[in-house]
């Protein structure tokens, strides 16, 4: 294990990766949040929808260090007395879960239709770019609008699913191009020369030196699912009530801001761009290092 840990300090992505202090912070915040949010349970000084355990006593307190705020409401309280650093640790967790399910199942359906379909080309390629511009001819925001208001009963599954159902475009346009490219180089060609299979030219030749672009495109539509999340709970129409949300928090928290309540919005709308903000930086990072030239550019 320490072999390989040795490996990786010494290889050349790693050594660009340490040289931009902007991408090396990225990754220490999303981090932070990434452990916060899964760990909540345990960090959280309240479970802030254990109806039970709230008070309306503790309602609207300041954070800890203005007048009035106390322990253990270090960011203050909402209307329902629910501790503000706790629902946001739990509204993160939300919100990385619906960018790790949109990526992953965007990245694998959207991925796949556009590796057959830039190999084989013909008939099936028409019938899916078609389809592709089709969908990009709508918003996504109103295309998971229309979708969660066909349901009666939300819930992040729904929301998930809406996401995806508009997103898997950009993967299979990415993926196709690549693959176009691809499938006329020397090596593809030998393969099929030689007798090779579709499935094994495409899996063993073609998929991983076509795959790359995926995963900035990941990046990038990651901290786009956490936002259109954020919208949709926002909205009303993303994740029920009883699901924490950053976008629910900032929803509620916008009636209370002229009223100085400033904690209820604010925190929540700064935890957010940090993820957002963090997977941009990572990403620009990613497309750097997978192509150099754009760096020039």
Known sequence: MFSKINELRKSKIFKHFVSQPLAVGALIVITILFLGAMFAPLIAPQDPYAMDKLSLGDSLLPPIWMEGGKAPFILGTDVQGRDIFSTILYGSRTSFIVGISVVTFSGIFGGAIGLFAGYFGGIFDSIVMRSADTVLSFSKTLIAMLLLGIFRHSSILLVILAIVISDWVQYARTIRGEVLSVKEEEYVLASKAIGGTHLRTIFKHVLPNAVSPLLVVGAVDFGIAVMLEATLSFLGVG???????????????????????????V???????AIVFSLNLISDWLRDEIDPKVSNI
């Open 267 to 273: 925190f929540p709308g700064l935890t957010l761009m």
């Open 239 to 265: 994740v029920p009530v009883t699901q924490p949300s950053l976008g629910m928090l900032i929803s509620q928290g916008r009636n209370y801001l002229y009223a100085g309540k400033w904690w209820l919005i």
